[in-house]
């Protein structure tokens, strides 16, 4: 077996043992992160990503090295977006505090897989039609574009489709039970709101992903740095998001910023056919110019139109909702004249 294969599998081991000890120990009851504990299991999660970065140098060498953390700078960036998006749809949804860690760590199992999924299908598809590159990179540039000029609309997860597909496979009780996914009436399975918060945060994942994947096979086309960093930024955005939760709007110049670099690494993969932008060089200008946008985020404050207003009770301490009896939950389910499958058994 040879070096690589060997360390494809002993990052696995990492990666099953981290998850472990993240989910299964130290948060296996649902409770509310604070800052300070998002803050330490943030720098918990940025520090095993550098030694990780060392390791590769002392493996494969500076090259590899630098462009393992391009990556993972340029997937965290690009993460503080979707972050956004995961705190208004929690608030769409009014999520309890306590679950919404669930919730993430639910959505980090699934864009584990998705992003392998896209990953390993970006870099053969690369390999054996060049020509896709350039199909990413215009698509990068318009994205970028598209990112500078289009105002903030928020998001409107009553229209998100998986919602109507989620609705026409399961019932859904109308409050949350505590912290279950499902829960069983008088022998028929239901599901709960937390479960279609899972699938949209889900959903939304995997449109982002259209957007970074591209942007980090044009940093490196090797699948081994590709989908680690990818993996590492991944892994620390429940603790980055408990962190930033408060202070979001803080940063309502970000967006320029990842605009830049979107464009910026859609021209690098553009003409990489004549001209190739060293890695370290992109490393200088991903950071320059999210630099830029974070310093000039603090320093000019933003307008009315740029402060996203939540709802009062967006993040609560303790939840609002009512859960079944247990008499409740061992009665008779009374049949749903708009559901499908009791349209079908009457």
């Keep these: 077996m040879s070096v690589q294969s060997w360390m494809w599998i002993l990052f696995h081991v990492f990666l099953v043992l981290m998850l472990a000890l993240d989910l299964g120990l130290f948060h296996r009851k649902s409770h509310q992160i604070d800052v300070k504990e998002a803050l330490v299991w943030s720098v918990v999660w940025i520090s095993l990503a550098m030694l990780f970065n060392v390791g590769i140098y002392f493996w494969r060498g ?70 896709i590159l350039y199909l990413f990179g215009a698509f990068l540039i318009f994205t970028g574009i598209k990112m500078a000029l289009e105002k903030e609309t928020g998001v409107h997860p009553e229209d998100n489709p998986v919602i109507k597909l989620v609705r026409r496979l399961f019932r859904v009780t109308e409050t949350y039970q505590d912290d279950r996914i499902f829960v069983r009436q008088n022998g028929v399975l239901w599901a709960t709101p937390l ?3 899972i699938a949209v945060v889900e959903a939304t994942d995997v449109v982002f992903a259209v957007d970074s994947i591209p942007a980090v ?3 490196s086309r090797d699948p081994f740095v590709v989908y680690t960093s990818n993996v590492f930024a991944i892994l620390g955005l429940r603790s980055l998001y408990f962190a930033l939760a408060g202070v979001m709007d803080r940063f309502h110049l970000l967006k320029f910023g ?13 003409i990489d056919g004549w001209y ?31 402060i996203v207003h939540l709802p009062p009770g967006s993040f609560p301490e303790q939840p609002p909702y009512e859960t079944l009896s247990e008499a409740e939950m061992s009665s008779p389910a009374l049949p749903d004249p708009d ?8």
Aim: net charge neutral.
């Design 62 to 131: 500076s090259e590899f090295a630098i462009q393992f953390f391009t990556g993972y700078v340029l997937e965290k960036s690009l993460s503080v977006d979707n972050l956004f998006v995961f705190m208004l749809i929690f608030s769409f949804f009014k999520v309890p505090a306590a679950y919404q860690h669930k919730v993430l760590a639910w959505g980090i199992f699934g864009a584990l897989i998705m992003r392998a999924i896209m990953i390993f299908a970006g870099v053969q598809l690369i390999n054996r039609f060049h020509w």
């Design 195 to 197: 479960f279609i918060v």
């Design 217 to 219: 096979l044009a940093i």
């Design 258 to 270: 990842l605009a830049a670099v979107l464009t910026f690494v859609g021209v690098k993969m553009l």
């Design 276 to 306: 190739h932008i060293p890695t370290h060089t992109s490393l200088v200008v991903v950071v320059s110019m999210l630099g830029t946008s974070v310093i000039a985020s603090l320093l000019i404050a933003p307008t009315e139109e740029e």
């Design 339 to 346: 559901h499908p499958h009791d349209k079908s058994s009457s």
